[in-house]
């Protein structure tokens, strides 16, 4: 690999150095080659021999530079002062083969000094989440983490009960928070100009030619926030902990814990079973995203040339980037170009969906059966089944699913055939991470079968393609009657 350990060279205010502490007897669950081959990390034989007790944290390779990260934040709007990697390590900088820097971060190495009142691990349900979640989001084009490989252990950990202590190292491009600003605006001050030029210099380079390259470095920021928040809009995907130790300044989904992907769609859904206000449901994480950057914002005017009008400007950007992003994004799933006319059903079709409680996923793939029911006969069962459940709930539904439909038909009848499917494939997956599809490879994990999540990690691998090895359980929403599924966030 190609080491490039920079944030190690900073100020040691920022970090701890330490090596991760050894879970005991670590055993493979799965690893990600692909992953593997794009960080060099397959061309060194000592990693490729080693990697579980890599992993496991009982070698470390020379290049690695293990330290634990110093960093504050707002935990459900409230200031929670420090924080920091509580259980996990940032091992390494590389540069990949496309020459893009990449984080290496061991998460469940062991207790470190910001643990606070935690043990320092990791358990098997959650590193398989994570893993697995990652990974689908990467695969469909959101920005994200992924992981390189994960392990179990015979390490025992308490939560709920006694679980098995896990790992996992977790590959990204970007570790540094939000609250990387606000630990040192709270604790170091001194170091507030240095490390903005070296945010810049290392994840924003072609801000240094501008004319103000601070107030340019911010407002990427916000723009990337609000892409990476509209992009979880359109596939349904709720991160369940939007605090602001939590987002990164790249844009790029960080920290995976009680997160989930939309099944019946309900914009009210609160997914982590801690958030009692519902602070962080699915329909909130627009205003939450733009209420973390504006409490994060104001620390920079400590810069010289800073000002709260330029930093108003530069958060101005938030909203149309997102309107923008969003709403194309939703006309494109509904195969239509960008235009009002688009818009207007594309939102119809949302409360349809909303008012008679659809699967969000399959029923915008089901899409693809009213445009050529005879070259898509997958999507065309899932069509009959959005019928049915449709016709269950009475004449007032019905209604309005068939107005819908000759709204929409009047719409795409208008294009090429072709652009309509193009547009419906490219931005309608067939497999999303199923809530009861993890838990199903949890479980077998749990009894040392790990094919299940072997299997998961291949399907998501083409989320768009309908492939042989999925089962109906992997395209099957909860029954109607079930209660809305939330997620711990013990992990």
């Not at 294009?415 to 067939?430: F, G, H, K, S």
Request: overall charge negative; aromatic content about 10%; some cysteine.
């Amino acid at each position: 690999m190609k080491y490039h350990n920079t944030f190690s060279q900073l100020d040691p205010r920022l970090y701890h150095r330490q090596p991760p502490t050894p879970l005991d007897s670590p055993t493979p669950v799965h690893f990600n080659q692909n992953l593997a081959k794009k960080i060099g990390w397959s061309e060194d034989d000592d990693l490729m021999q080693n990697w579980v007790d890599i992993i496991g944290g009982a070698y470390v390779p020379k290049g690695f530079c293990p330290l634990a990260m110093a960093y504050a934040g707002h935990q459900f709007g409230q200031w929670a002062g420090q924080l920091g990697d509580g259980r996990g390590l940032l091992l390494a900088q590389v540069i990949d083969n496309t020459g893009k820097l990449q984080d290496l971060h061991l998460k469940g190495s062991g207790l470190t000094p910001y643990s606070r009142m935690g043990d320092g691990r990791a358990v098997l349900r959650s590193s398989i989440r994570e893993y697995l979640g990652g990974h689908a989001l990467t695969q469909l084009g959101i920005a994200s983490s992924s992981a390189l490989g994960i392990v179990t252990s015979k390490t025992p950990v308490q939560r709920e009960t006694i679980e098995s202590g896990a790992a996992l190292i977790r590959v990204a491009d970007c570790h540094i928070r939000l609250g990387h600003i606000e630990w040192i605006a709270s604790f170091a001050p001194d170091l507030l100009k240095p490390f903005t030029d070296y945010m810049i210099a290392t994840y924003f380079p072609d801000c240094l030619s501008a004319d103000h390259p601070v107030l340019a470095f911010l407002e990427k920021v916000v723009k990337n926030t609000a892409r990476l928040i509209a992009d979880w809009q359109l596939i349904g995907f709720a991160h369940g902990v939007m605090n602001t130790d939590n987002l990164s300044i790249t844009g790029s989904t960080l920290d995976f814990g009680p997160f989930g992907f939309m099944e019946r769609f309900n914009p009210a859904w609160i997914n982590n079973h801690s958030d009692f206000t519902g602070r962080y449901a699915y329909q909130n994480q627009p205003a939450i995203g733009h209420w973390n950057l504006n409490v994060w914002l104001p620390h920079f005017m400590r810069l010289s040339g800073i000002s709260r009008q330029g930093l108003g400007e530069a958060l101005a950007h938030y909203e149309p980037v997102f309107m923008q992003r969003y709403q194309t994004g939703l006309c494109d799933k509904i195969g239509l170009p960008h235009d009002e006319d688009s818009l207007g059903v594309g939102f119809d079709w949302l409360t349809l969906l909303q008012d008679c409680r659809l699967d969000y996923t399959n029923s915008f793939r089901a899409l693809l059966a009213l445009i050529a029911p005879d070259d898509f006969t997958f999507e065309a069962q899932l069509l009959e089944t959005l019928n049915q459940e449709i016709e269950n709930q009475g004449d007032k539904a019905r209604q309005s699913w068939q107005n819908w439909q000759s709204r929409y038909q009047a719409l795409w009848q208008k294009l090429p055939q072709e652009e309509v499917i193009n547009r419906l494939t490219a931005n309608n997956p067939v497999y999303i991470l199923r809530n009861d599809m993890a838990q199903r490879a949890i479980i077998e994990a749990e009894k040392g079968d790990f094919n299940e999540v072997a299997r998961l990690f291949e399907l998501l691998s083409q989320p768009f393609k309908v492939q042989d090895i999925a089962t109906n359980l992997d395209i099957t929403p909860p029954n109607h009657d079930a209660p809305p599924l939330s997620i711990s966030c013990s992990s």
